[in-house]
């Protein structure tokens, strides 16, 4: 167990639709990272929030939105859903802003969306 | 576990071999590269890192080899368990700052008894 948390496990929705993915990072960690893991595009970043504030943003598509509560807590929102939106969302906390050795990343379970 | 690709190329070895891992990175200016392990049905689990300012770097086990000039980097797993068997990425850093992290299309390590 990593210590991230993210809810729900998995997700099944319509196109069109919008969802809200949850993220609670290890105690301590300062830094919330989103991934997207498609079985077409691989392993993708979407983006980064460090205490608050978007640090570094990836691949992350204008439907898409993030956001770093003051309690530290993530949540990535996905708006008009389409099919090619499936895929395994994860998301990973750091202490620093910066991942390295020193400041190694620990990724949560994922969530499993789908698209109908 | 959850399918993490079901055309990945897949490496073979016998327990107690060592492995080899193989990545062709895109970005002549990366500087930064991070071998990731996922184990069906988990998230990505950093293993080891390297700077472009080395060639070889060694943890416990694992050590990875950084060749600029054709852009090409290794993992290699010595005495290879069978809780190595995993979807191995490795990943470069595609800016400035380092956190758009760019990652290969995996390899599925397969430890045979």
């Known amino acids: 167990d990593s210590g991230v948390t993210q809810t729900p496990k998995h997700l099944i929705t319509a196109t069109g639709q919008r969802v809200t993915l949850r993220c609670s990072p290890r105690?301590?960690?300062?830094?919330v990272y989103w991934y997207q893991q498609s079985l077409d595009q691989g392993l993708q970043f979407l983006i980064q929030y460090y205490n608050g504030e978007e640090r570094a943003k990836g691949n992350i598509l204008e439907r898409f939105s993030a956001q770093q509560f003051p309690d530290l807590h993530s949540e990535l929102n996905l708006s008009s859903l389409e099919l090619g939106d499936s895929a395994l969302y994860f998301c990973?906390?750091?202490?620093?802003?910066?991942?390295?050795?020193?400041?190694?990343?620990?990724f949560g379970p994922g969530t499993r969306l789908t698209v109908l | 576990g959850e399918s993490v690709g079901l055309h990945l190329p897949t490496l073979s070895v016998q327990e107690g071999d060592n492995s080899i891992i193989n990545c062709a990175y895109s970005n002549s200016a990366s500087d930064y590269f991070i071998w990731y392990k996922q184990e069906s049905g988990k998230g990505p689990q950093f293993i080891i890192d390297?700077?472009?300012?080395?060639d070889k770097r060694q943890g416990q086990r694992v050590t990875v080899l950084l060749n600029k000039t054709v852009k090409h980097l290794s993992l290699q797993i010595a005495a290879t368990q069978p809780g190595d068997s995993a979807v191995y990425f490795c990943a470069e850093n595609g800016d400035n700052y380092g956190q758009n992290f760019v990652f290969g299309p995996g390899t599925r390590l397969s430890v045979l008894p």
């Open positions: 990973a906390s750091s202490v620093g802003g910066r991942v390295s050795s020193y400041n190694e990343q620990f």
């Open positions: 105690s301590g960690d300062l830094s």
């Open positions: 390297i700077r472009s300012n080395m």
